[in-house]
T-cell receptor, first 114, second 114 residues
Framework: GAVVSQHPSRVICKSGTSVKIECRSLDFQATTMFWYRQFPKQSLMLMATSNEGSKATYEQGVEKDKFLINHASLTLSTLTVTSAHPEDSSFYICSARAPDRTQHFGDGTRLSIL | AQSVAQPEDQVNVAEGNPLTVKCTYS??????LFWYVQYPNRGLQFLLKYITGDNLVKGSYGFEAEFNKSQTSFHLKKPSALVSDSALYFCAVRDDQAGTALIFGKGTTLSVSS
């Protein structure tokens, strides 16, 4: 079946570091990918919609200069958390929309900023 | 605006008994409805979806859901629960006219006891 690969699965780094998370659709082309953030025991919050070849669309309250999104190809989107701080610690999950309209999800990235 | 409600934070059921996890939705156009399951520290696994056609949708691991337009509901069901079904379940909706990302309910924790 459709698979979305997200890497890395866990990151621990110092405050002020920038962290890049990759999201790949392995067996289908995805013109649209999505980035979500999930707090403990809470639902997924949509951060932004990533469109291949164009600028990402950010949800209200999400800083686009803080969370840089690049969707350079039909199978890869990246999220870079710039100058990360402890409050950015969270579980980040990417998703890719398959041609049959199903959204498939990566396994998530646990980001911990010390 | 789109929204999803999962009225129960937790559902407890004994192994072998039928289970139901409730979901109601609100969209402007026609709904695309999905159920996902999440295990600890993992991404979301797709269970089933309703796009169009038969109101009763069958999905992975013996789960099914019934689309009820008049009640704007899409409850998840399984005839006989397994302990391994214990997880966090999310209902999600997308408006076919909006064409945007899935919007998720807050999630329902299913606990199946042996």
């Amino acid at each position: 079946g459709a698979v979305v690969s997200q890497h890395p699965s866990r990151v621990i780094c110092k405050s002020g570091t920038s962290v890049k998370i990759e999201c790949r659709s392995l067996d289908f082309q995805a013109t649209t990918m999505f980035w979500y953030r999930q707090f403990p025991k809470q639902s997924l919050m949509l951060m932004a919609t990533s469109n291949e070849g164009s600028k990402a669309t950010y949800e209200q309250g999400v800083e686009k200069d803080k969370f840089l999104i690049n969707h350079a190809s039909l199978t890869l989107s990246t999220l870079t958390v710039t100058s990360a701080h402890p409050e950015d610690s969270s579980f980040y999950i990417c998703s890719a929309r398959a041609p049959d309209r199903t959204q498939h999800f990566g396994d998530g990235t646990r980001l911990s900023i010390l | 605006a789109q929204s999803v409600a999962q009225p129960e934070d937790q559902v407890n059921v004994a192994e072998g008994n039928p289970l139901t996890v409730k979901c109601t939705y609100s969209v402007s156009g026609n709904p695309y409805l999905f159920w996902y399951v999440q295990y600890p520290n993992r991404g979301l696994q797709f269970l089933l979806k309703y796009i169009t056609g038969d109101n009763l949708v069958k999905g992975s691991y013996g789960f099914e859901a019934e689309f009820n337009k008049s009640q704007t509901s899409f409850h998840l069901k399984k005839p006989s629960a397994l302990v391994s079904d214990s997880a966090l379940y999310f209902c999600a909706v997308r408006d076919d006219q909006a064409g945007t990302a899935l919007i998720f309910g807050k999630g329902t924790t299913l606990s199946v006891s042996s």
